[in-house]
């Protein structure tokens, strides 16, 4: 061996195995920022809580996958098992954009239109149920690349879709944050970096314009490092708020998560209107009818008819039902 095949040797190793030594940190991040975001969720209760414990589930077995199906020969030396490992590594791309966008949503202080909603399940079903197929049937035993043209026109269709729904996701909530701060942002960005890479990094394997071999940096090695900086960021998050003294805003903000999970378990089915809800909410907040009236300027009698509506379309019927909920959720 020459000295220049053993120092590329060398520096593949000492490439490999710091990838390891990442994965094995990333790991032991993520189980403890799911444990940290599981007693959080169960603590709070807030939908936003339980999309974020969603989202790091979802995120920890995509990295696993990652991992399988990249670093550990063991399981790729059958092309069956190869081909499955595809499937589930696809299939994991897609529940982590999905839950990723169900975190967004939660972040956004205007929610996206159902009908927005439902196209973004229809890009990730559709991405999912292509790939499955291409993994499955097109997928060309020998060197690893869809040979049809059906097939590449499908793995096109897929990646756009799933490309244009994430990055539309990511975009519209850089805009629409509840509360921006550098955090989130930069969580937002790496993101869109990274999907922007994949959906690169995917086109060029199914179409071949510079080949796969020449990228010197994989998009499954940067996410890894995307994944690291996220736990850490997050953990310290967690950190600092489980050990910090409560102070005025603090529990200003306690008392405006717990309105908001009354609001979310008596509107459950989403039935109220944009108006009932803020009416409901006032009432939460221990408002009488006039009170109410001239802080939405609108009649007395129009707030007695949400009031109404309000009481046909939840379990509450009374205010007297409305005041004993309350203390049964705070424990007064």
Known sequence: MSSG???NSDMTDIFVNSMLFFYILSFFSGVVHITLNTISAARLKTKLQIRMAWL????FIFILMNFIL????LFVLRQVVHNMLLVAFDLSYAILVWFWGGYLIELRSKKPKQIVKILFLLAVMVYAIIWLVLDLVSLNNDNQQIDSNWG???AAVAEILMFAAAMGFTWCSFM???NKHVLRFLICFSMSV?????FLYDMDCVFRFIGPKAWKIYPF???ILIYFVFNILMILCHYSAMWREPGVNDRQQAARDMEQLILEEINIHETLTKREKEVLQLMINGKNNAQIAEILVISIYTVKR??????KKTTIKSRTDLTLFIARKTGR
Do not use: C, E, M, P
């Open 221 to 223: 090695d940067a996410v």
């Open 152 to 154: 590449k026109a499908l």
């Open 70 to 73: 990249f670093f550990n020969r």
């Open 5 to 7: 095949q053993r120092n």
């Open 56 to 59: 790091n589930g979802s995120f």
């Open 306 to 311: 949400h009031i109404n509506n309000i009481f």
């Open 176 to 178: 629409t944050f509840k």
């Open 194 to 198: 990274y999907f922007l890479w994949f």
